[in-house]
């Protein structure tokens, strides 16, 4: 643990008689991109504020850069970047009033704030609009604004709470190129998602949370490695085939079955296989798609659910 970031042991969050965070470890490392996935309510959210020194441990240990939150919290929040997740920006006012607004929060010198604004502004691609208000501009540019304004301090770490949360798919591939730059600048990011994909592209290390608890910890690829198969048949059946007939009959097929409300994953080493297989043993009208495994499979394995419900 010697030179983490982030030391936590048995951190605990509860507020009244409900457990939001419950005694769980993890260290996040200099320079990468560590990750909390699960779905709404896993205490993503909590776990970060603590981190953020916004909202005192109930229990347990933490030490983020190297100093203890309940004494020293202005002194880390002073080196900390901070994306919530719901953009807290002044909408009347313009782009560059934003920056230069915030960065005086930090007594950095006029002259500073304003040349780290233009280039952090030209990083987002919003050098255009710096004189634009912010009320006008989509939902992708003011999350783009949010994360250049949580820069301007030049943090030494940067939290970012479901990032890309209600933005489309352009939008959301424009951002994570922005933090994939960040991350090989060396810029140490830890975000909350639970979009699976989006902690498969930005993640070098992540823990997965499930009703206030971690359930999983490692690589995106070593999580894929140790709990599921190459690949995931999906069979989709026909109104009029007979559920427990079809799940018998698949669990002859594959390696794993998991049955959901309007399909069943079939996980294998080898899809193409597998398919033929199922189509040969003439399951119905099955509609069948082989894809790649994922860190969704992985969830669901560990907890008997999707991510979504």
Not at 52 to 58: D, E, I, L, M, Y
Not at 209 to 232: C, F, K, N, W, Y
Request: glycine share 8%; charged share 30%.
């Amino acid at each position: 643990m010697a030179g983490s970031l982030v030391e936590a042991r048995a951190l605990t969050k509860r507020f009244g008689s409900f457990v939001a965070v419950d005694a769980i470890d993890f260290t996040i490392e200099p320079g990468e991109a560590f990750g909390f996935l699960g779905p709404n309510g896993a205490g993503k959210t909590s776990t970060m504020r603590m981190i953020g020194c916004v909202s005192p441990r109930s229990g347990g240990e933490l030490r983020v850069l190297g100093l203890d939150p309940v004494h020293d919290g202005p002194a880390i929040r002073s080196r900390l970047g901070v994306v919530p997740q719901e953009d807290n920006l002044d909408t009347e006012l313009t782009v560059w009033d934003n920056m230069i607004i915030y960065g005086r929060y930090f007594d950095l010198p006029r002259a500073l704030v304003r040349e780290r604004a233009a280039e952090l502004l030209e990083f987002v691609q919003l050098g255009d609009r710096r004189g634009s208000k912010v009320d006008p501009l989509s939902g992708g540019m003011k999350r783009r604004l949010t994360i250049a304004r949580a820069l301007i301090n030049q943090p030494e770490l940067l939290l970012l709470d479901e990032p890309t949360t209600g933005l489309d798919p352009q939008a959301r591939h424009l951002l994570w190129d922005r933090l994939y730059q960040l991350k090989r600048q060396g810029t140490t990011l830890v975000l909350t998602t639970h979009y699976m994909d989006e902690a498969e592209q930005l993640c070098d290390r992540l823990v997965i949370m499930d009703e206030s608890r971690i359930v999983a910890e490692g690589s995106p690829r070593q999580l894929l490695a140790d709990h599921v198969t190459r690949e995931v048949v999906e069979v989709r059946l026909d109104l009029a085939a007979d559920p427990k007939l079809t799940y018998e009959r698949l669990t002859k097929i594959g390696d794993r079955i998991e049955a959901l409300a309007d399909r069943v994953l079939v996980y294998t080493d080898d899809g193409d296989a597998t398919a033929k297989a199922i189509a040969n043993d003439g399951v119905g009208d099955a509609a069948l798609l082989i894809r790649r495994s994922s860190l969704e499979d992985v969830f669901l394995i560990l907890t008997g659910r999707t991510l979504e419900d």
